[in-house]
Protein backbone atom coordinates (compact mmCIF):
# COMPACT_ATOMS: atom_id res chain seq x y z
CA UNK A 1 0.00 0.00 0.00
CA UNK A 2 1.08 3.22 -0.88
CA UNK A 3 -0.06 6.56 0.75
CA UNK A 4 0.92 9.26 -2.43
CA UNK A 5 0.43 12.65 -0.90
CA UNK A 6 3.32 14.17 -1.91
CA UNK A 7 2.63 16.38 -5.13
CA UNK A 8 6.27 17.33 -5.95
CA UNK A 9 6.96 13.35 -5.51
CA UNK A 10 4.37 11.81 -7.74
CA UNK A 11 2.39 14.02 -9.99
CA UNK A 12 3.33 13.27 -13.90
CA UNK A 13 2.47 14.91 -17.23
CA UNK A 14 -0.90 16.63 -17.00
CA UNK A 15 -1.49 16.47 -12.76
CA UNK A 16 -1.81 12.69 -13.65
CA UNK A 17 0.08 10.33 -10.96
CA UNK A 18 3.23 8.98 -12.07
CA UNK A 19 1.81 5.40 -11.13
CA UNK A 20 -0.91 5.62 -14.21
CA UNK A 21 -0.43 2.83 -16.81
CA UNK A 22 0.49 4.84 -19.84
CA UNK A 23 2.16 3.04 -22.74
CA UNK A 24 4.80 3.93 -24.28
CA UNK A 25 5.98 1.18 -25.35
CA UNK A 26 9.13 2.44 -27.59
CA UNK A 27 11.85 3.59 -25.09
CA UNK A 28 13.90 2.43 -27.88
CA UNK A 29 13.40 4.67 -30.83
CA UNK A 30 10.36 2.23 -31.88
CA UNK A 31 12.67 -0.81 -31.74
CA UNK A 32 10.65 -2.45 -29.50
CA UNK A 33 7.22 -3.11 -30.65
CA UNK A 34 6.54 -6.17 -28.58
CA UNK A 35 6.47 -4.31 -25.27
CA UNK A 36 2.81 -4.34 -23.60
CA UNK A 37 1.30 -3.20 -20.04
CA UNK A 38 -0.63 -5.80 -19.21
CA UNK A 39 -1.94 -7.82 -16.07
CA UNK A 40 -1.17 -4.28 -13.78
CA UNK A 41 -2.86 -3.91 -10.52
CA UNK A 42 -3.22 -0.84 -8.44
CA UNK A 43 -4.81 -1.85 -5.57
CA UNK A 44 -5.04 -0.47 -1.57
CA UNK A 45 -3.86 3.06 -2.27
CA UNK A 46 -4.81 6.36 -0.86
CA UNK A 47 -3.72 9.02 -3.33
CA UNK A 48 -4.35 13.12 -2.64
CA UNK A 49 -3.48 16.12 -3.49
CA UNK A 50 -3.15 15.80 -7.66
CA UNK A 51 -4.58 17.84 -10.18
CA UNK A 52 -5.88 14.41 -11.72
CA UNK A 53 -6.29 10.79 -11.01
CA UNK A 54 -4.95 8.17 -13.27
CA UNK A 55 -4.95 7.32 -17.24
CA UNK A 56 -5.06 4.69 -18.97
CA UNK A 57 -3.72 4.62 -23.04
CA UNK A 58 -4.93 1.12 -24.55
CA UNK A 59 -2.27 1.79 -27.35
CA UNK A 60 0.88 4.15 -28.25
CA UNK A 61 -0.35 7.90 -29.82
CA UNK A 62 2.55 8.39 -31.32
CA UNK A 63 2.90 5.58 -33.28
CA UNK A 64 0.46 3.63 -36.04
CA UNK A 65 -1.82 1.96 -34.09
CA UNK A 66 -0.74 -1.83 -35.60
CA UNK A 67 2.93 -1.31 -34.28
CA UNK A 68 2.20 -0.92 -30.44
CA UNK A 69 0.46 -3.68 -28.37
CA UNK A 70 -3.02 -3.63 -26.51
CA UNK A 71 -3.12 -2.18 -22.59
CA UNK A 72 -4.81 -4.93 -21.14
CA UNK A 73 -5.94 -6.63 -18.10
CA UNK A 74 -5.95 -3.77 -15.89
CA UNK A 75 -7.59 -3.87 -11.96
CA UNK A 76 -7.81 -0.56 -9.83
CA UNK A 77 -9.35 -2.13 -6.83
CA UNK A 78 -9.91 -0.18 -3.16
CA UNK A 79 -8.37 2.93 -3.84
CA UNK A 80 -9.04 6.26 -1.99
CA UNK A 81 -8.53 9.25 -4.05
CA UNK A 82 -9.02 12.65 -2.23
CA UNK A 83 -8.21 16.48 -3.52
CA UNK A 84 -7.85 15.62 -6.68
CA UNK A 85 -8.20 18.64 -8.94
CA UNK A 86 -8.26 22.35 -8.53
CA UNK A 87 -6.47 25.55 -8.86
CA UNK A 88 -3.62 24.34 -6.34
CA UNK A 89 -2.80 21.03 -7.88
CA UNK A 90 -3.69 22.29 -12.08
CA UNK A 91 -5.23 19.30 -13.85
CA UNK A 92 -8.34 18.88 -14.82
CA UNK A 93 -9.67 16.64 -11.78
CA UNK A 94 -10.27 13.71 -13.99
CA UNK A 95 -10.87 10.74 -11.57
CA UNK A 96 -10.13 8.02 -14.13
CA UNK A 97 -9.22 8.94 -17.74
CA UNK A 98 -8.76 6.03 -20.45
CA UNK A 99 -8.05 6.64 -23.94
CA UNK A 100 -7.16 5.01 -27.07
CA UNK A 101 -8.34 1.52 -26.73
CA UNK A 102 -8.17 -1.06 -23.88
CA UNK A 103 -9.58 -4.34 -22.80
CA UNK A 104 -10.63 -6.12 -19.60
CA UNK A 105 -10.08 -2.96 -17.29
CA UNK A 106 -11.44 -3.06 -14.41
CA UNK A 107 -12.40 0.15 -11.80
CA UNK A 108 -13.60 -0.94 -9.00
CA UNK A 109 -14.56 -0.48 -4.94
CA UNK A 110 -12.77 3.31 -5.13
CA UNK A 111 -13.86 6.29 -3.21
CA UNK A 112 -12.80 9.12 -5.01
CA UNK A 113 -13.02 13.17 -3.74
CA UNK A 114 -12.32 14.80 -7.38
CA UNK A 115 -13.70 18.25 -9.14
CA UNK A 116 -13.63 16.62 -12.81
CA UNK A 117 -15.09 14.36 -14.61
CA UNK A 118 -15.81 10.77 -12.59
CA UNK A 119 -14.32 9.00 -16.18
CA UNK A 120 -13.57 10.64 -19.56
CA UNK A 121 -13.18 8.62 -23.03
CA UNK A 122 -11.91 9.42 -26.37
CA UNK A 123 -10.73 7.56 -28.85
CA UNK A 124 -11.20 3.41 -30.28
CA UNK A 125 -13.72 2.11 -27.80
CA UNK A 126 -12.60 -0.02 -24.80
CA UNK A 127 -13.77 -3.58 -24.76
CA UNK A 128 -15.08 -5.94 -21.30
CA UNK A 129 -14.92 -2.59 -19.66
CA UNK A 130 -16.29 -2.97 -15.79
CA UNK A 131 -16.71 -0.08 -13.32
CA UNK A 132 -18.43 -1.23 -9.96
CA UNK A 133 -19.15 0.08 -6.49
CA UNK A 134 -17.33 3.07 -6.83
CA UNK A 135 -18.20 5.92 -5.05
CA UNK A 136 -17.80 10.27 -6.44
CA UNK A 137 -19.33 12.79 -7.33
CA UNK A 138 -20.91 13.28 -10.34
CA UNK A 139 -19.56 17.07 -10.59
CA UNK A 140 -21.03 18.35 -13.60
CA UNK A 141 -20.20 15.31 -16.53
CA UNK A 142 -19.86 12.42 -14.60
CA UNK A 143 -18.87 9.21 -17.26
CA UNK A 144 -18.19 11.45 -20.24
CA UNK A 145 -17.26 10.28 -23.66
CA UNK A 146 -15.91 12.96 -26.02
CA UNK A 147 -17.82 14.49 -28.57
CA UNK A 148 -20.29 11.77 -27.46
CA UNK A 149 -22.36 13.37 -24.24
CA UNK A 150 -23.14 11.88 -20.68
CA UNK A 151 -23.90 8.35 -19.08
CA UNK A 152 -25.39 6.14 -21.73
CA UNK A 153 -23.98 7.65 -24.85
CA UNK A 154 -20.76 8.08 -23.70
CA UNK A 155 -20.97 4.06 -22.67
CA UNK A 156 -22.61 3.13 -26.25
CA UNK A 157 -19.26 5.00 -28.02
CA UNK A 158 -16.52 4.65 -26.17
CA UNK A 159 -17.48 1.03 -23.81
CA UNK A 160 -19.81 -0.52 -25.76
CA UNK A 161 -20.00 -4.27 -23.75
CA UNK A 162 -19.43 -2.45 -20.55
CA UNK A 163 -20.56 -3.19 -16.84
CA UNK A 164 -21.39 -0.21 -15.22
CA UNK A 165 -23.54 -1.06 -11.71
CA UNK A 166 -23.42 -0.67 -7.98
CA UNK A 167 -22.06 2.84 -8.24
CA UNK A 168 -22.73 5.84 -6.18
CA UNK A 169 -22.25 8.90 -8.29
CA UNK A 170 -23.94 11.52 -6.18
CA UNK A 171 -25.24 14.84 -8.16
CA UNK A 172 -25.81 12.89 -11.35
CA UNK A 173 -29.30 11.81 -13.10
CA UNK A 174 -30.38 8.47 -12.78
CA UNK A 175 -32.64 8.84 -16.26
CA UNK A 176 -28.94 9.22 -17.89
CA UNK A 177 -27.55 5.92 -17.16
CA UNK A 178 -27.57 2.32 -16.59
CA UNK A 179 -29.81 0.70 -13.60
CA UNK A 180 -28.51 -0.59 -10.63
CA UNK A 181 -26.76 2.85 -9.86
CA UNK A 182 -27.41 5.27 -6.86
CA UNK A 183 -27.14 9.18 -7.28
CA UNK A 184 -27.83 11.11 -3.97
CA UNK A 185 -28.10 14.48 -4.10
CA UNK A 186 -24.50 15.34 -3.05
CA UNK A 187 -21.35 13.31 -1.13
CA UNK A 188 -23.20 15.27 2.03
CA UNK A 189 -26.11 12.54 1.70
CA UNK A 190 -23.19 9.18 1.56
CA UNK A 191 -22.96 7.95 5.21
CA UNK A 192 -19.03 8.37 5.56
CA UNK A 193 -17.86 8.24 9.32
CA UNK A 194 -16.81 11.99 8.88
CA UNK A 195 -15.83 13.08 5.31
CA UNK A 196 -14.44 16.71 6.65
CA UNK A 197 -11.39 14.98 8.57
CA UNK A 198 -10.98 12.41 5.66
CA UNK A 199 -12.54 9.82 7.36
CA UNK A 200 -13.96 7.61 4.52
CA UNK A 201 -15.61 4.47 6.23
CA UNK A 202 -18.91 4.39 6.05
CA UNK A 203 -21.24 4.30 8.70
CA UNK A 204 -24.33 2.63 7.28
CA UNK A 205 -25.51 1.01 4.07
CA UNK A 206 -26.44 3.06 0.64
CA UNK A 207 -29.54 1.68 -0.63
CA UNK A 208 -29.23 -1.70 -2.00
CA UNK A 209 -25.34 -1.58 -2.62
CA UNK A 210 -23.27 -4.13 -0.26
CA UNK A 211 -20.04 -3.37 -1.09
CA UNK A 212 -19.47 0.49 -2.50
CA UNK A 213 -16.85 2.23 -1.99
CA UNK A 214 -12.88 1.68 -0.64
CA UNK A 215 -12.62 -1.11 1.96
CA UNK A 216 -11.34 0.85 4.50
CA UNK A 217 -10.38 -2.67 6.48
CA UNK A 218 -8.79 -4.29 4.02
CA UNK A 219 -6.93 -0.79 3.05
CA UNK A 220 -5.71 -0.26 6.51
CA UNK A 221 -4.55 -3.99 6.73
CA UNK A 222 -2.47 -3.28 3.88
CA UNK A 223 -0.76 -0.69 5.31
CA UNK A 224 2.44 -0.61 8.41
CA UNK A 225 1.10 0.12 11.74
CA UNK A 226 2.38 3.84 11.72
CA UNK A 227 1.46 4.52 8.36
CA UNK A 228 -2.06 3.46 9.22
CA UNK A 229 -1.94 5.79 12.50
CA UNK A 230 -1.15 8.96 10.19
CA UNK A 231 -4.45 7.87 8.08
CA UNK A 232 -7.54 9.34 9.43
CA UNK A 233 -9.85 6.59 7.35
CA UNK A 234 -7.73 3.99 9.71
CA UNK A 235 -8.34 5.80 13.13
CA UNK A 236 -11.26 4.29 13.76
CA UNK A 237 -12.12 0.90 13.65
CA UNK A 238 -15.61 1.12 15.55
CA UNK A 239 -17.02 2.88 12.48
CA UNK A 240 -16.43 -0.43 9.98
CA UNK A 241 -18.15 -2.88 12.50
CA UNK A 242 -20.84 -0.71 12.49
CA UNK A 243 -20.88 -0.25 8.58
CA UNK A 244 -20.89 -4.21 8.20
CA UNK A 245 -23.88 -4.72 10.68
CA UNK A 246 -25.84 -2.30 9.01
CA UNK A 247 -25.09 -3.93 5.71
CA UNK A 248 -25.96 -7.22 7.14
CA UNK A 249 -28.83 -6.15 8.27
CA UNK A 250 -30.64 -5.29 5.39
Known amino acids: MHALDDPDKWVGQGGYQ ?20 EDVQFVNN ?30 IRNNLWEDIGGARWGGRGILFQMVEGTSDVRIEQNTGVQQGYTLFSMGPPHRRFTFRSNIAPHNEY ?15 AYFPDAVVTENVLAGG ?78
Request: one cysteine or more; proline letters at 6%; aromatic letters at 6%.
Open 46 to 75: IVRHSGSGITLMGHDNNRPWEQSQETKRIL
Open 173 to 250: EASRYPDGNVFPDSLDAVPFADRKAGNYRLTGGIKHLKNAGVDASALCAAMSPPDAREQPICTARTADTRQHRAIASQ
Open 142 to 156: GIFGNDVGVGVAALD
Open 18 to 37: RLETRTRKFPQDGNAPWSVV
